[in-house]
């Protein structure tokens, strides 16, 4: 049991971090009707990761985080730009961005032997081993962030400011939880939740919550890979909180 709790624990506290942050940003991705920039940024940061770790970085040192942030960060700012120029369009710009980052992704580690399982990594991540510095870093992160987003408030924060946090959440999460994990953290607890007519964002922390609770247990007892149940998990616990909330609402008064 506690050789189980010693791989749960950290996993968890991992997932926590993220949906802290992912839960509020993604209300306001899906509000905004810009689902696919999430995926989009984050497969961007990956990118900006498998570039510093060819140029010779160290995984997971402060040149690959500042690398995944830029990266990140210019995927933020081109989208922006993008916005801006052509509203019409954004959703066929960002599908474009994604599909060129990531074919770049498999590019550049081309050559590399063990690109295929470097490509897994990123894209499923490995939460079930996460470190106790990742935890730290990500922690600190998570800190400023919603210190940031529910001290000043998305419309004091504007456009830029609402992208800057994105890209600095995004990229403290890709590295731990992988390119999927980060959709769904971001999408599936405000998806669920789009009908709530109060209390959203507790309801929406507890899809992503108990997505990841149930998830890390499952994939721990069936030896299933960890970020794809926890994915389905997720979904599950979305489909449950969406229909009890048309059941409450269709409750005669």
Known sequence: MSE?????????????????????????????????????????????????????FEPHGVAVQFAALFAALGGALFLTWTENRWPKYQEAIIGTVFILAATLATILLAGNPHGGEYLKELLVGQVL???????????????????????????????????????????????????????ASLIIPALATRAAVSRRLLKAYTVGASGYAAGLVVSVLTDLPTGAVIVWSMALAGIACSALEKGSSAKPA
């Open 129 to 183: 081993w996460v470190s106790n510095s990742q935890l730290l870093v990500v922690a600190i992160l998570t800190a400023l962030i919603c210190a940031v987003w529910f001290g000043a408030g998305q419309k004091r924060l504007g456009r830029m400011g609402f992208f800057l946090l994105f890209s600095l959440a995004v990229t403290a999460s890709v590295q731990m939880v992988g390119v999927y994990l980060v959709f």
């Open 4 to 56: 189980y709790l010693s791989i749960l624990l950290p996993a968890m506290a991992a997932g926590l971090l993220v949906i802290a942050t992912h839960v509020p940003l993604g209300t306001v991705v899906l509000d905004r009707g810009i689902v696919f920039i999430d995926i989009a940024i984050a497969q961007i940061a990956g990118t900006g990761v498998i570039t510093a770790g060819l140029l010779g």
